[in-house]
């Protein structure tokens, strides 16, 4: 098959439609990853024929917490690290809406993370993407509590010593009914991943190993984004179903990828129902599960 | 030794110079060079000190607590949003009577989202009991911050010293470094008379039962009037030996002047310039600059602004349902002149989320005050919401 070169009609971006184009060109910096997992994301609510009415998103604020703003869905910019309980409320408002919180490591983890734990623990009924980049980018690369051990940050000028959390095994113990990971590099598996946790419930934790290019490669000298996706090319290990103990990142070490959970359990909102129903029998007057009251229009 | 630096270095040498022993902080725009700078100092020696970043400004605030119970002297930096989030913290600090210094440099707040300077994020913690500073040139920025942890330790009060958002944070400027030697003398390693001591325990913030509680309150009132008369102690010593004071207000060719602008932060500056143009046209015009906003140096303001027909206050922030907010307390402190002495009072909004104050927009002011000095009557809502689009 050969490309015709010599075509220059233009032509919509596939993801277009899913974007506010009149708010680009966007903010981040040339070989950033955090555009890629965008566009992932999208291709898959393309994919999974979700009804884009009943699709939104939240995010915090840092460099991922744009993600809101450009997308053509409802949603929220939130403030720093609250996505998850602005997503908690969004959901017990309207529960047919597809919840995604997308935000950055400092936000859901560092300023959040009281939040991410107790989402997991309800298995809230949310999607929650997390681009960790290893580092706060938007306030200029200050210590994250992901940046690996020994790597340099601005606030670690001589490398960093405070242990870093293992994102899947944070989710995974607090109790979250999936947990995945991948790095920006492999598209295709991450669009599949989240396909697949569109059509999942409970609180889905997708972890994206993305590029700081500005901050974060350029404090560690580690060359341009793309010099990190092919890190990431020759560092993936990927192992479906490991045990998310041994799926620590060190600096510069390999990064392991896969489904690490895919289980069922009932939701926070599920069971609320069936224990209401169960000690409070016909007394029990459940709003409707669509949103009751605020919803009127169908 | 002078160094040209911006007005959050001038914050971080500050804080070398007064050799704080623990800092915590978080990051945020437009503060976070504040906190990088001294995290360097203290991994390469500069400054012996305990550096943190924790997870949130809210931690940032109770780190220092911590810290400042424990006896050492402690610091933060923050902006905006996370001011807010510190502010059970910060009640926390003053009813405490713990002697923690921050830096806040006004950002807006959101929704709405905005990094520029107004000074909505610092006013909002008017309540919480922090003595605050606002600082209108990186010198002072410098020298406000030393200070501040000599008027906090004297009062066992927080002291909270406020810079403008980019005007300040991100200028650079030349700054007079003082000797590490001199300030050493200005100011002695801290010597808490309350604090955790194995040797003499004592349990903090226990519960306060209604036969307790009033006469905390008093005490903490009481060591906020003192602030302002410590505040010129301190500031004596420093000019002595510095050669530089700037005053609690300062009051600028405000002799037999018709119309005084308030002002505070960088706004002065414009304002000074603006006083000078007109004044060269023969206009009489001045200005009264507010450094310290709590506590509110209502007796010196009532004697600057005594008998001046009109005065037009400048507030770069807005209490919703209400209005500026420097207008709002510089009305109550007029209040108790007799009526023949009591200026008219224009508050004017201006400068939000880090709209341009240019000099245009400050002769506009003070021409509506003019006009409303002769109509004999203040003007209308609309006009007094300066710079904003029709
Ligand atoms: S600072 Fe880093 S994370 Fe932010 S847009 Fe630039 S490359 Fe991306």
Redesign the interface.
Known sequence: MSTRTDDTTAREHPIAPFIRMERMPHIWCPTCGIGTVVKCYATALADSGVDLDKACVVSGIGCTGRVAGYMRLDGFHSTHGRAIPFATGLKLGRPELLVTVFSGDGDLVGIGGNHFIHAARRNMDLLVVLVNNFIYGMTGGQNAPTTPLTAHSSTMPFGNFERPFSLPHLAASCGASYVARWTCLQVRQLTWAFAEAIGRKGFRFIEVIAPCSTLYARLNKLGSGLDLMRFYHDNVEIRNGADTREVDIGYQEKIVCGKFRDEERPTYLELMHEHYRKTLGDRYVPMPPEGGLIRGED | MKKVIVGNHAVSWGVQLARAEVISA????PQ??I??EL??MC??GRLPAR?I?V???HSAMAACIGASVAGVRTFTATSS??LL?MHEMLHYAAGGRLPVVMADINRAV??G?NIWTDQNDSLSQRDTGWIQLYCENNQEVLDTTVQSFKLAEAVDLPVMLVLDAFYLSHTSEPVDIPDQADVDTFLPKREARLKLDVNDPRAFGALSPPDMYMELRLRQQEAMEQALEVFDAVEAEWGERFGRRYGAIEPYRTEDAEIVLVTSGTVTSTARYVVDERRARGEKVGLVKIKMFRPFPTARLRRALAGIPRVAVLDRNLSPGRSGIFAEELRAALYDLEPARRPGLDGYVIGLGGRDVTPDTIGECLDRSRAALAAGRAPEREDLWVGVKP
């Open positions: 978080y990051p945020i725009t976070t060079q906190v990088e995290s360097e991994a390469d550096f970043k997870e949130s400004e949003q996370g989030l959101a929704p989202w």
